[in-house]
């Protein structure tokens, strides 16, 4: 995020997108809500009709996968009416002419042929957007979850510099993480192009740096993402496997594709807490603890550093994670030749040493100590020990200087309903459970809540398919099959279908499509084309 | 002297009389407080007194994981009249609790928006009036139809966190009826309206001290002590039941039998 | 009788709520919303509040396990055993096939601390960039 969410109280026009805000950022929307009631105006955007779109001041229901186009609709009026931020764009920005040019064609009859979204209502988003003093733009996995996810967002950036809407309290285009940590494992490294702080691998200077701390920096090429790996241990390439604490037997796309690459790999290591699916397949199963067990921290969606405290043993011969991955570094250093650096070894004494040798090689995080915690959260950057934290971002300029605005055209999704996959399917969260289930589904009363997983189908489709109330019914897609029971509701329009992913026994990752986006290398899991029948 | 240090003092006492195994009461935590149990010997010196949490409710899980233990506790006037209406219903043994009662600042009074800022008798502090809640006469103004619309949109917002029902040292059924698919259905966001609230407002009736812990704890902010304190005001009026007044007042929902065979 | 509540951040979504666990001689009992945090004051939503309702879970895993060949089922092992097994198949895969033949997946559940060290012994002792976690999944 660029922003904080507590600036969210002085906000006066909320653009959210893709977020099922009341259910997966259940405290971002306490904070949209009270500047409601305050008279702020809300704008949901969205094809499933949420709790938050309920409570919106306007509600806008596009078409899976047309956000390109709706985007640039806004900005095709906001240039027409002469509501965009001339002075910022003057002075901060390079790149509009093209921006005007690709969105002139992008008119809201036009819109509202490819979204659905009715040309009076696009007029009416965009002015309450663009002459808001204060507004800030939400979206989650909606948004990025796409073949054009790179595109979506790139028009999100376009339409908050179009109107000055970022660099200022209160404002901002804020990508709402989806998981605790998500942010922190990026900012430490936990990615294939980067080291810890985004610095490149690609750099030579950066690798130089590395290579002096560690003692060892590999050569100057990307790794593999999350999908890469698995395709590679499909194709052999990949042969060992070291997952901690994920679960892609529920959380990757096409499942059946990722069974075969777990069952290929000559060796694969889990680290967890549960027998999760993917563990089944495992060689060694390495017994790590819950957050209730160690010491360390996490990073949240607005770059918030906050402690997470031990607060009883670990349970039977269970060890903190970071001490597995330790006992399995000394050994592996103790078969190779001696490295040398200043951060070569791997004697950690406590998380907060793990965190100072960290904080030294990550320019953001440089003054973070767990002594400053102990105090409150910090928001990196915080590149000193004297530096206060960075509560939004861009406030006099963009990290590149000025801010270039980035031409995009609506592309489709890589696959859409057809004569013999007549729905679209979407998939995401839902209140009860999170993410594979692994802990939710273990806690009782979220279980007794949600305790199997559905298929949100209106009552249009319910009926021609002859569906009655809970009524079991099988999803099928190019890719996969699975049984689940009917939830008749109109958050979902005719022609499209809803299935949250967290229930292993009925995966909607078994159905979806693992088309990524070519350079988030993000999969398709916000559309693809399945076909209901009724389980008789 | 201060007034946390008349606490602490009195905490003290307390402990080194022996009479208990600990005392319940706030720790400060960063700029925050969390309950903790204080035991004879600790250092009192980061006992502090404010944000406070439900420690009736705490104190009625410690008494049961140990059925022999006595325990203090440092208790406001809202937090005295919990624990008077939880033992009326058997959920702790005011035999085995010792309370060093605090009396409410004006400053305290008026974020709770206090109506009886004091307990019964007074250890520590001084006395101020209670306050009347500016929304409740606001509420009072509406019409039927205009209060049927009004919650309509409060609990449209509500995200089934639960927390209200969670914090409640009122609420003590081993199953709860909010839990239960006949009365409301699962799974389902806002709940139904108006089976949940409903529910939760008509089981507050003949308990609810107004401690305002689930108003505070709503990420909806709802402001459900308005619908409870409108209740409460009618239990009064219709049975001349006070919640928490004394622990020899009959509740008007008890069968006078169970309650007696009860103690 | 020991009671006592340690201030931590929630464990679910990306909101990063503070919260309390309740600790009563020895056993994680519950939460409480930490009052006064600038995220949720005093607030969280249902996952927050039972965020400590799996802890104790039965499955859990509280010890090591091998599977000795493929298709067989697991055993229970020390973690000597545990780690010198994993070390040498890791190192042994290495020598053969090259670094790039191992792949680590991170975790958006782990502290920072644990990524920093996972993605540290990937590229430093294995030599590989294939280190990454379900950000976009
Ligand atoms: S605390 Fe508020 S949001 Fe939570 S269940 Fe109660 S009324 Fe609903
Ligand atoms: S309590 Fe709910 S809103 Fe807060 S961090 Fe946890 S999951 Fe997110």
Redesign the interface.
Known sequence: MTNS??EFDETDCFLITGSNT?????????HV??AQ?RGAKVIVVDPRRT?IA??ADLYLRQRPGTDVAWLNGLMHVIIQEGMYDAEFVESRTEGFEELKAAVAEYTPERVEAITGIPAADLVTAARIYAQAGRAAILYTMGI??HTTGVDNVLSCANLAMLTGHIGRPGTGVNP??????????????????V??GYQP?TSEAVQAK?QEA?????PL???????E?TD??YHG??????????N?MV???DLNHVRAALERC??L?VQ????TET?EF???????V?????E??????ER??????????P?????P??Q??????Q???G??PT?EGRF?GWEYCS?AE??A??AALTPSYGGVTYERL????LQWPVPTPDHPGTPYLHKDRFTRGLGRFTAVAYKEPAELPDEEYPFLLTTGR???H??TGS??R?????E???PEGYVEISPEDAGRLGLGKSARVRVISRRGTIETRAWITRRVPPGTVFIPFHFAEAAANLLTNPALDPI????E?KVAAVRLERVA | MERVALVREAVKRLLDSGQVEGVLALRTV??GSAPHLFHPGDSLDDLTLWPKYPLPKILDMLLAADPSVRLGMVARGCEERGLIEMAKRNQVDMNRIRLVYLACTAEERDECCCSWPYPSQIDVGDKVEGTADALVAEHERLSLAERTEFWKRQF??C????GCRTVCPQCFCETCVL?DNLWVE??V??PPFPSYHLIRAYHTIGKCVGCMECENAC???IPLTVLYTLLRRDAEEMFGYVPGRSLEDLPPLAVETLWQTGH | MEYRN?????????????LY?Q?LD???VGTWPAKGH???DG?????GW?A??????P?????????DQ?GGP?RQ?S?EE??????????A?RET?G???????????????????????A???????????????
């Open positions: 969410i507590p009341t259910e997966a950022h259940p405290l971002v929307a306490t809500l009270r009631r709790q309920r409570l990025t979850q709402l993480r989806g998981q605790n940590n998500v942010q922190g494992a990026c900012d430490m490294g936990a990615l294939p192009n080291y810890p691998v590395f560690w003692g060892y920096a590999p090429r990307a790794g593999l993402t999350v999908t790996m590679a241990a390439a990949v042969k060992a496997l070291y997952i901690m604490a994920e892609p959380s990757d796309p000559d060796f290591v967890d807490i549960f027998p563990a495992a060689d060694v199963v390495l017994p790590g819950s957050f209730a067990e160690k360390g921290t996490f990073t949240n969606t918030r550093i906050q402690r997470v405290r031990q607060a009883i043993p349970l039977g011969d269970a060890r994670d970071w597995i991955i330790c006992g399995l570094a050994r592996m250093v078969m190779q490295r070569a998380p793990i965190m040798e960290a102990e105090q409150g959260s839902m209140m009860f999170y993410h802990m939710t273990r806690s009782e009363k979220l007794r809540e949600v988030a290398k993000i999969p899991y | 960063g700029p449209a917002r995200i089934k966190c639960y839990e699962a799974g966001l806002a990420p909806a902010d | 340690v201030l931590t951040t929630c464990i679910y979504c990306g909101v990063g709520c503070g666990l600790v020895g056993q994680v600038p995220l949720n607030r969280l939503c249902v996952k039972y400590h309702s799996f802890i104790h879970h499955e859990r895993l509280t010890t090591p396990l091998i599977r493929k697991l092992a973690w545990a780690l010198d097994r994993v070390a040498q198949r890791l190192m895969i096939h670094p790039d033949a191992i792949a680590f997946m991170a975790s958006a559940k782990c502290t920072n601390e644990e990524n920093y060290l996972l993605q540290k012994l590229r430093s002792i294995i030599g590989t960039h294939n280190v990454d976690h379900c950000a976009r999944l």
